[in-house]
């Protein structure tokens, strides 16, 4: 059974960082792409950062990139997303997900994903 849970948000000033924990497991992560997504209050859920397990090749949202890093702990399990210079552009609730549907050609952030965390709520405030 695969299962992801999502950890590390919470409340954060503007200019802050974080660091979003997603444990998984009933997966391989070298068989799977995993992704960050974000769902900002009032918009649709869109795709912030993944990482395809088949290659390690990672990819952002152009709103995220150079400020935001995806990474996995394979020995632990776990995708990490650590993002600074955060703004209140940036609050939403933030889900992991998993896919091993790989479309050849297409950057992982517009795949299907299958499976699902519950997600974790950032709120960028002061």
């Known amino acids: 059974q695969v299962q992801l849970v999502e950890s590390g948000g ?3 000033q503007p200019g802050g960082s974080l660091r ?3 444990p998984f497991s009933g997966f391989t992560s070298d068989a799977y792409a995993i992704g960050w ?3 900002a209050p009032g918009k649709a ?7 395809d397990g088949t290659d390690g ?3 952002y949202l152009d709103s995220v ?3 935001s890093t995806i990474s996995r702990d394979n020995a632990k399990n776990t995708v990490y997303l650590q993002i600074h210079s955060l703004t209140p552009a940036d609050t939403g609730v933030y889900s992991c997900a998993a896919t091993d549907v790989h479309v050849p050609g297409l950057g992982c ?3 299907g994903y299958d499976y699902w965390g519950q997600g974790t709520q950032v709120t960028v405030d002061s």
Do not use: I, M, P
Request: glycine share 12%; charged share 25%; with cysteine.
């Open 57 to 59: 090749s990672t990819y």
């Open 65 to 67: 990139k150079g400020r």
């Open 20 to 22: 979003l924990s997603c």
């Open 109 to 111: 952030l517009k795949w």
């Open 37 to 39: 997504f974000r769902q």
């Open 45 to 51: 859920r869109e795709g912030s950062s993944c990482v």
């Open 10 to 12: 919470g409340l954060v």
